[in-house]
């Protein structure tokens, strides 16, 4: 198969609209559907109006997290050479690291309105993220973009913005772990009551560990290369304070059961 498609799904008045941006749409349309459900079958304590708040606060966390993110951990020297691409977000060049800071900060600040308790809000917050990445590493896919390594395995794609050599199609790989695979884990691990902090712990190890495995097949950026050892990705070394801090929760939350 062959990874070209059109980044532009329709247009109307003359303006393209991208597969990428339709992706997020879906993304914030599929946390909004799954918070409302949340609601009812666990957290009776939330009401609508709180989760279009928390939805407004986590998308702009999202979008400026995710952007600022990119442009400082990926691609600082062509923001210098061209600010403007800050801007660009339909060309795709987002960090799920950035994106995560971002939304972080932007729960900090909803607890600030309605104090619920930081975690308390991460554990309601992090089963409606995986379906969203999925959709995201879609886009990524349909850009032609984040191929992987050559490979003589039968799924193997070819990605015409790198080469006519059949590769990893490490998009996909992520839309399902990452994606689909881990929302299924919270999902079900979310359904019944579970210690503060014990949802948040494992969408962090649960993720962390994805990433570090699906990248050892992926390309890394061609202006960054391999960090360390001719294997270390960027995206391995800023998904390591992830597994960290999941495991550190789960420390956390054992202490406390013991006390």
Known sequence: MIAEFDPIAFSVFGWGIHW???????????????????????????????????????????????????????????????PLMLFKVWQGGMSFHGGLLGVAVAMALFNRKYNKGFFNITDFVVPL???????GRIGNFINGE?????????????????????????????????????????????????????????????????????????????HLGYIAWDWLTMGQILTLPLIITGLVLIWLIRKESRN
């Open 146 to 222: 984040l191929w992987g390594k050559t490979t003589d395995l039968p799924w193997g794609m070819i990605f015409p913005s790198a080469d006519n050599l059949p590769r990893h199609p490490n998009p996909l790989y992520e839309a399902i772990l990452e994606g689909l695979v881990l929302f299924i884990i919270l999902w079900w691990f979310s359904a019944k009551p579970r210690a503060r902090m014990a949802t948040t712990a494992l969408f962090c190890i649960g993720y962390g560990s994805f990433r570090f495995m699906v990248e050892f097949v992926r390309v890394p950026d061609a």
């Open 129 to 135: 993220i995986p379906l969203g990445l999925g959709f």
């Open 20 to 82: 990428y941006g339709l992706m997020y749409v879906m993304a914030f349309l599929s946390a909004f559907l799954l918070a409302r459900l949340q609601t009812k079958r666990q957290h009776k304590d939330w009401n609508y109006e709180q989760i279009d708040d928390l939805l407004f606060f986590g998308g702009m966390g999202v979008i400026l997290g995710g952007r600022i993110g990119y442009v400082l951990f990926y691609s600082f020297p062509d923001f210098i050479s061209d």
